[in-house]
């Protein structure tokens, strides 16, 4: 396809839909950029709806691509470890990496996605259609329906590209005309947004950390805010005897606070009203495939592979397809027949790697990180890595701080802990070997 003389449609001006569009608008094409809500620029932010996230190498990646890494960190805050905090007791800090000194950064959504769609839109030839929901899609012909605030309408276009989040309409149509099959797997964990706000016009909690209150069956954690708050989401399931719909008071409410989360309590005045007001977020992986129809539809970020939010990857991992869509742009000399099939072939181990990494790293932050067994081998892998620079490096490490691809990074990770295993099964036998000796040599003397 030649870029100058065709519009590419893109659905959904997410953080996906707007770094694609600065990846393409690079690229020479002309990008519409379809959007079902108002410009966030000029519009109110909705209650409850995961206000900041983390963003790690991989986002950085991609962002250091279109020079907009630099911007972005000036109002990020740098985590560098999880500050946990116990029932009973003193608050435990464990550093990400071995050194200490690498961090992930938390980072307000809203500023993110504003950031892109203003970089996007200067940009000569991307235009956005704000309040335009796509409703129907044609994957033969590219025509698209929107709902608008006016009515329907439609469009065309020879190459569009679903970007539109979890609940993906491009994708709903690619099923709806029996050219793909989706699998969507929710947890019976919801989510809720709590805010601690800053006393005295200062941090409440330690700002350079992940907070995290593990309690097996819930867990909540807490990212800063540039404003000096800090966000706190729980994770519960949404139906039980334990569960959001558990709490029906305010004195409930404050109970439950006060038993499970003693230290947090007294730092949020404002838990009872968050907590009846603002939503239950679903939480869930979604698994489809093909990725695209025809060479001419094609699906990425959480429209294509959504996951859990337990690794802090959704957002990251949707920066890096795109990063990697325009790798197999380059590679097939922009035809998108060849390309798109490329991206799904490159992108879907990955996508299926972290979804399971961060499944698995659920019940590693709600059940496993205030144990003595997982700080000794946090310890352990943290020891490797200074003993073995660049030869052992942590799973953590590799997801977090490295474009290592995610599928790799869990072959080298189970490479890694089958040696260790080995070593540890061997330093058993020599050591049972070693007391065998000396408890014979005991019993003849
Ligand atoms: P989205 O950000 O969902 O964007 C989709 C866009 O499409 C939206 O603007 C939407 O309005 C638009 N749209 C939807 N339907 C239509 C339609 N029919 N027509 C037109 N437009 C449409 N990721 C991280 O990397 N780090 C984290 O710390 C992190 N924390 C998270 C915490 C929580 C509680 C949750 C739920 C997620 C978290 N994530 C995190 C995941 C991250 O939010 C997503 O992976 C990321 O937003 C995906 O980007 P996207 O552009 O693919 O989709």
Redesign the pocket.
């Known amino acids: 396809m030649n870029p100058e003389h065709e519009e590419i449609a893109v ?9 694609l569009a600065c990846f393409l608008a690079r690229r020479g094409y002309r990008v519409a950029l ?4 108002p410009d ?1 620029r000029t519009g109110r932010v909705e209650r409850g ?2 206000i ?5 190498e ?2 950085l990646d991609a962002l250091r691509r279109i020079g907009l890494a630099e911007q972005v960190l000036a109002d990020a805050l740098p985590m560098r470890g999880r500050m946990i905090h116990p029932v009973v007791g003193e608050p435990a800090f464990q550093s990400y990496s071995a050194t200490g000194d690498r961090a ?1 950064n ?1 980072i307000s ?1 809203g500023a993110l ?1 504003n950031a892109l769609l203003t970089a996007a839109t200067a940009l000569p030839g991307v235009r956005v259609a704000f309040d ?4 129907g899609l044609d994957p033969a012909t590219g025509e698209m329906t ?1 709902e608008t605030p006016q009515g329907k309408t439609t469009a065309a276009a020879p190459v569009v590209l679903g ?8 994708r ?1 149509q690619l099923l709806a005309y029996g050219v793909l099959q989706e699998s969507l797997d929710f947890l019976d964990y919801g ?1 809720k ?1 709590l805010t601690v706000p800053p006393v005295g016009g200062e941090f409440a909690l330690d700002p350079a950390a992940l907070h995290i209150w593990p309690r097996g069956t819930s867990m909540m954690i807490a ?1 800063p805010n540039p404003d000096r708050s800090f966000t706190c ?1 729980l994770f519960w399931p949404t139906h039980g005897t334990a569960s959001f719909a558990s709490l029906t008071s305010p004195a409930a409410i404050e109970r439950h606070f006060a038993t499970h989360y003693p230290d947090l309590l007294p730092l949020a005045p404002n838990l009872v009203d968050d907590y009846q007001h603002n939503p239950v ?1 679903v ?1 869930g992986t979604v698994r489809c495939t093909p990725w695209q129809a025809g060479g001419r539809v094609g699906l ?5 592979h ?4 337990f ?9 890096e ?1 795109v990063v990697a869509l325009d790798h197999c742009l380059d590679e097939c000399a922009d035809d998108w027949a060849a390309a798109l099939p490329l991206f799904q072939a490159r992108r879907q181990g990955d996508a299926e790697a972290i979804a399971r990494m961060a499944l698995a790293n659920f019940v590693e932050m709600r059940d496993k990180v205030a144990s003595p067994v997982f700080q000794a081998r946090r310890r352990l892998d943290h020891a490797l890595e200074r003993a073995l620079p660049g030869r052992y490096v942590s799973q953590y490490e590799l997801v977090s701080f490295s474009t290592t691809p995610y599928a790799r990074v869990r072959r080298r990770v189970r490479r890694q802990q089958a040696v260790l295993g080995a070593v540890a099964a061997g330093t058993a036998a020599l050591l049972a070997g070693a007391v065998g000796v000396a408890w014979t040599r005991g019993r003849r003397r």
């Open positions: 659905v959904g001006a997410g953080l996906a839909g707007c770094l379809y959007e079902r809500r966030p709806r995961s900041n996230l983390a963003l790690s991989r986002g992930i938390s959504r996605n335009h929901r796509l409703v929107f970007a539109d989040g979890a609940g993906s309409a491009v709903g989510y947004e990212l989401t977020g939480l990425l970020g959480d429209a294509a959504a996951i859990v939010p690794y802090g990857q959704g957002a990251n991992c949707a920066f397809d």
